[in-house]
C-alpha cells in the first residue's frame, strides 16, 4: 500500500517561499512523475515527502497515517538518488544489505532478499564487487536494488537517470517501468526531461516556482493543456505559439499548434524555410517570413527534402489549433 | 623522438637538485655512521680510534635505553591515540553547521601556530605549575592538594602538552576530509534507517579511513623525535622517566660530550623508526590504496 496525500504543503527557506501551500493525492501503485524546469521546486517537495526536509505547514499522510513528523526512516519509503549515493567502502552486497541490517533482520532473510533483488535486477554476478567498479548503468541498478529489498509503500526517485548517457538512459527509463510493472508499487519520480515524463509516467505532475500548474495523464496534458506553460513545456519540439493578428481570427491572445498537426504543402500559411532538422524518421523545419511574428517550427514525416531560402505553403489542423486568453488559460 | 628527447633533457635538468638533496642527506649520514664507530669523546681529545661497535654496546646497554625505548613507545602510542580520538571527535562537532563556524575553526587550529619551546613552557609555568599554575589554583579553590604534574607525573604531562599541539592537525585533516563526504551517502543512509551513531560508524568512519591514516603516519614521523617540550619542562627527568629516546641521543652527545655513543644511538633511532615505519605501512597502509 502507498497512497500519498498531501494537504496544503508548504516549504519555506528563511523567508523565500519555495513551495506555496499545495494539495497532491498520489494513488497506490500509481506512477507519478513530477517534472518542471530545474528551480521549480519538485526535488523539494520529494525531499519533503522523504522526510529529508521538513514541511513549514501543511501535512503529509502516507496510508492515511499522519507521517508529517516521521523520520524519513520511519515512513516506509525508499530514495533512490542522482548520485546514486552508493556506500563506497562496501561491496555491491553489503550495500543492498545496509537497509536490511539496520532494520536488525535476520541473516536467512536479508540473504533471501539481497539474492532475489539481485536476481531482478541482474546484479548476482557482481554481488562481491565495490561501486567503484561498476558502470553507471549497474550503480543504478544497486541503488534500485538497496531501495527495494526494503519492500516500501513507495519508492522515490530523484533525477535517477541524469547522470547517465543517452542510450543507456533509454534502456534504465524501461527497466524502471517493467520494475513498476512487476512491483506494482507506487512510484514517485522527478525529472526535468518531459519525454521521461512522458513515457513514464501514469501521472504528470508540472511544476512551475513551486504551484502545480496541471495534473494529469501524458495524453491529457498533451492534448489539453491548463495554460501556457504547459503548452510550452509538454512536447518535443515544442508547441508553436502565435500571439497578435492570428490569434485575434480565432477570439485568443495566444494560439497554440504543435509541429505534428501543421502539413506542408497546400494551406493558409506560406513562409521561407530556415534551418531544417532531419532525424530520418522525421524532418523539422523552421519556417519564418510567414507573416507572423514568430518562427514556425513544422515537422513533417519521413524524409522531405526543402533547402533553406525555399519557401512552402503550410497547413495548420484546425481542430488540433489550442486557445489561450489573456489570463494565459486555456479557452475551452 | 621527441619524448626521448625532452625526456632526456629533463634528467639532466632536474639532475643538479637530485644530486644536491641526495648530498644533503647522505653527507650527515654517512658522518653519523663514521662517527658511530669511533671513539669519540670531546672531554679526551686524542686520535680517536675505531673501536668497532663498542659504542652501540654502550649505548644499549645504558640502563637509561630501555627506559628512552619505553617512554618513545609511550609518547607516540599516547599522543597518537589522543589526538587521533580527539580530532574525530572535534571533526565531527565542527562539521555541524552553527553560529560563529569561522571564528571557532580559526580558534580551534590556532595552537599549532605557537612553537612547541614557547607551548610548553605556557603550560610548564602557566598551567602546571604546582605554585602559580592554574590547575593548582583550581585544586587551592576546590580544597585539594595541587598536584605537581611534570615531577610526579612527567611523561604524561609531556602527553598532554604536545597532545594539545597536535590535535589541531589531526582536526583539521579529518576535518576536511570530513566535508568531502557527499551528503546524499548521509541522506541515503538516514532514508536507509541508519541512527546517528550508525551513520558515523558506517559512513562517515570508513570514509574518514584515508585521512585518518595520513594523520597517523605524518603524526608518528614527527612524535618519534620530540624534543623541545623535553628539554623545557622535564630535562628527560626525574631521572629518565621521560628520557625518549631523542633526548638520550642529546645527553649523550652533547651533556656527556660523547660523540661516538651519541651518534651510535643516532643510528638506532633511524633503525627504529623504521622499524615503526614498517609496521605501520603493514597495519594501515592498504588505506591509502585508492
Known amino acids: 500500500m502507498g497512497r500519498i496525500t498531501l494537504d496544503q504543503v508548504q516549504k519555506k527557506f528563511g523567508d523565500v517561499e519555495v513551495i506555496p501551500p499545495l494539495d497532491l493525492t498520489i494513488e497506490d501503485g500509481e506512477f507519478v512523475v513530477f517534472v518542471g524546469p530545474s528551480g521549480c521546486g519538485k526535488s523539494t517537495l520529494l525531499r519533503l515527502i522523504a522526510g529529508l526536509e521538513d514541511v513549514s505547514g501543511g501535512e503529509i499522510r502516507i496510508d492515511g497515517k499522519p507521517a508529517t513528523d516521521l523520520p524519513p526512516a520511519k515512513r516506509g519509503l525508499a530514495m533512490v538518488f542522482q548520485s546514486y549515493a552508493l556506500y563506497p567502502h562496501m561491496t555491491v552486497r553489503k550495500n543492498i544489505t545496509f537497509p536490511l541490517k539496520m532494520a536488525g533482520m535476520s541473516e536467512e532473510e536479508k540473504k533471501r532478499r539481497v539474492d532475489h533483488a539481485a536476481e531482478v535486477l541482474n546484479l548476482t554476478d557482481y554481488l562481491d564487487r565495490r561501486p567503484g567498479q561498476l558502470s553507471g548503468g549497474q550503480r543504478q541498478r544497486v541503488a534500485i536494488g538497496r531501495a527495494i529489498v526494503r519492500e516500501p509503500a513507495a519508492f522515490l526517485f530523484d533525477e535517477p537517470l541524469s547522470n547517465l548517457d543517452a542510450a543507456l538512459r533509454v534502456g534504465m527509463r524501461l527497466e524502471i517501468s517493467e520494475l513498476h510493472e512487476r512491483l506494482a508499487t507506487t512510484m514517485i519520480y522527478v525529472t526535468h526531461d518531459q519525454v521521461e515524463a512522458m513515457t513514464m509516467a501514469d501521472k504528470i505532475v508540472v511544476l512551475r516556482k513551486g504551484h502545480i500548474e496541471q495534473v494529469g495523464s501524458p495524453l491529457e496534458l498533451y492534448r489539453t493543456p491548463r495554460n501556457l506553460f504547459v503548452a510550452g513545456f509538454i512536447g518535443s519540439p515544442t508547441m508553436n505559439l502565435i500571439d497578435g493578428d492570428e490569434a485575434g481570427n480565432h477570439e485568443a491572445q495566444t494560439i497554440g499548434i504543435r509541429p505534428e498537426h501543421i502539413s506542408v504543402g497546400d494551406g493558409p500559411w506560406q513562409g521561407t524555410v530556415g534551418v531544417s532538422e532531419h532525424l530520418g524518421s522525421d524532418t523539422f523545419f523552421h519556417v519564418h517570413d510567414t507573416g507572423l511574428a514568430e518562427t514556425i517550427t513544422v515537422r513533417a514525416p519521413g524524409e522531405v527534402e526543402h533547402r533553406a531560402g525555399d519557401t512552402i505553403r503550410l497547413a495548420p489542423q484546425m481542430d488540433k489549433l489550442h486557445r489561450f486568453g489573456s489570463d494565459g488559460l486555456r479557452i475551452a | ?290
Open chain 2, 1 to 290: 623522438m621527441a619524448t626521448q628527447h625532452s625526456r632526456a633533457a629533463a634528467r639532466i635538468m632536474i639532475a643538479p637538485s637530485v644530486v644536491l638533496l641526495l648530498a644533503w642527506m647522505l653527507i650527515p649520514l654517512g658522518m653519523t655512521l663514521y662517527f658511530s664507530f669511533l671513539r669519540y669523546n670531546l672531554l679526551m681529545p686524542g686520535n680517536n680510534p675505531f673501536v668497532g661497535f663498542e659504542n652501540y654496546a654502550y649505548f644499549v646497554t645504558d640502563p637509561a635505553f630501555q627506559a628512552a625505548i619505553v617512554n618513545t613507545l609511550l609518547l607516540v602510542g599516547g599522543i597518537l591515540l589522543i589526538t587521533v580520538v580527539g580530532g574525530i571527535g572535534l571533526a565531527v562537532l565542527l562539521d555541524q553547521p552553527m553560529w560563529g563556524t569561522g571564528i571557532v575553526r580559526i580558534m580551534v587550529i590556532s595552537p599549532f601556530f605557537v612553537m612547541p619551546t614557547v607551548s610548553a613552557l605556557v603550560w610548564k609555568n602557566m598551567f602546571m605549575n604546582p605554585v602559580n599554575g592554574l590547575f593548582a589554583y583550581i585544586a587551592d579553590v576546590l580544597g585539594m592538594q595541587p598536584f605537581d604534574f611534570l615531577t610526579q607525573a612527567p611523561l604524561a604531562s609531556i602527553i598532554g602538552i604536545v597532545s594539545w599541539q597536535w590535535l589541531p592537525f589531526a582536526t583539521l585533516i579529518l576535518l576536511t576530509a570530513m566535508q568531502s563526504l557527499d551528503s546524499e551517502q548521509l541522506e541515503a543512509a538516514e532514508m536507509d534507517g541508519a541512527s546517528a551513531w550508525s551513520r558515523f560508524y558506517h559512513i562517515k568512519l570508513p570514509h574518514l579511513s584515508r585521512a585518518i591514516t595520513v594523520v597517523i603516519l605524518i603524526q608518528t614521523i614527527f612524535l618519534l623525535s620530540i624534543f623541545a617540550e623535553i628539554l623545557v619542562t622535564t630535562n628527560g627527568g626525574p631521572g629518565t622517566a621521560s628520557t625518549n629516546l631523542t633526548y638520550l641521543v642529546y645527553a649523550e652527545s652533547l651533556l656527556r660530550f660523547d660523540v661516538g655513543t651519541g651518534s651510535a644511538g643516532g643510528v638506532i633511532a633511524i633503525i627504529l623508526a623504521n622499524i615503526v615505519a614498517i609496521f605501520l605501512m603493514r597495519m594501515i597502509g592498504k588505506n591509502l590504496d585508492a
